[in-house]
């Protein structure tokens, strides 16, 4: 049984993570409105994982990852937020912090995330940065590369395989049932994520990188 602490002041949405996660029985929930309280019951449980928000009145996010990786230096950190800026998951990573997720993330996405943190790997979920516009091309390029998630989704990685199999973004969205506009976003995240500037470059590295095969 994996000891969780959520932690978030808004306790709607703070009820939605605990709604969610109580799906897996092998998860006991804490949840916390107050990140204080959450300090003081942390120093008496032990805990696997905690999911806290980085905006909070009483004490922010980070302080809260400081104060409580000095009691437990292994404990595992899941940091959730709308702030998608890139000094945020520079703070996060420098930190060793084990995920970070956008509060618009899906229930799928939650749960395969505390699954993966509990299971001693990292993940951040960077997405965002790609239509973020206040973060520059080197802060992007720095983080994906500090990043130890996967480089590229599965989704991805379905879409630069056709791609390179020469499928069109029209054939390519009635294969895999998306619409063209989403087959369109995910050529562009893939194009970033290599930082590939036209076709036969994208197709040159996917391959080289071992992402696709000719």
Same mark, same amino acid.
């Given at each position: 049984?994996?000891?969780?602490?959520?932690?978030?002041?808004?306790? !709607?949405?703070? @009820?939605?993570?605990?709604? =969610?996660?109580?799906?897996?029985?092998?998860?006991?929930?804490? +949840?916390?409105? #107050?990140?204080?309280?959450?300090?003081?019951?942390?120093?008496?449980?032990? +805990?696997? !994982?905690?999911?806290? @928000? =980085?905006?909070?009145?009483?004490? #922010?996010?980070?302080? *809260?990852?400081?104060?409580?990786?000095?009691?437990?230096?292994?404990?595992?950190?899941?940091? +959730?937020?709308?702030?998608?800026?890139?000094?945020?998951?520079?703070?996060? !990573? @420098?930190?060793?912090?084990?995920?970070?997720?956008?509060?618009?993330?899906?229930?799928?996405?939650?749960?395969?995330?505390?699954?993966?943190?509990?299971?001693?790997?990292?993940?951040? @979920?960077? #997405?965002?940065?790609?239509?973020? &516009?206040? %973060? #520059?091309?080197?802060?992007?390029?720095? *983080?994906?590369?500090?990043?130890?998630?996967?480089?590229?989704?599965?989704?991805?990685?379905?879409? *630069?395989?056709?791609?390179?199999?020469?499928?069109?973004? =029209?054939?390519?969205?009635?294969?895999?049932?998306? %619409?063209?506009?989403?087959?369109?976003?995910?050529?562009?995240?893939?194009?970033? &994520?290599?930082?590939?500037?036209?076709?036969?470059?994208? =197709?040159?590295?996917?391959?080289?990188?071992?992402?696709?095969?000719?």
């Amino acid at each position: 049984m994996y000891n969780i602490f959520l932690v978030d002041d808004h306790r !709607l949405f703070l @009820d939605g993570l605990q709604y =969610i996660l109580k799906e897996v029985e092998a998860y006991n929930i804490h +949840v916390f409105t #107050n990140p204080m309280i959450a300090l003081e019951t942390f120093k008496s449980q032990k +805990v696997q !994982l905690v999911v806290t @928000d =980085i905006n909070m009145n009483e004490l #922010n996010g980070l302080e *809260l990852m400081i104060k409580l990786r000095a009691i437990n230096p292994e404990i595992k950190i899941l940091a +959730v937020s709308v702030r998608s800026d890139a000094s945020l998951i520079k703070r996060l !990573l @420098d930190q060793g912090i084990e995920g970070y997720l956008p509060k618009n993330s899906s229930k799928d996405q939650f749960i395969g995330t505390v699954q993966k943190i509990l299971e001693g790997e990292k993940h951040y @979920d960077m #997405n965002y940065l790609i239509n973020n &516009k206040s %973060s #520059n091309q080197n802060e992007k390029k720095y *983080l994906y590369q500090q990043n130890n998630s996967p480089l590229l989704t599965e989704r991805e990685k379905e879409v *630069l395989q056709l791609i390179v199999e020469g499928e069109t973004t =029209i054939q390519i969205a009635e294969q895999l049932f998306l %619409s063209e506009h989403t087959i369109n976003s995910h050529r562009k995240n893939i194009a970033f &994520k290599l930082d590939t500037k036209n076709l036969a470059e994208l =197709i040159t590295k996917a391959v080289k990188l071992g992402l696709a095969k000719i």
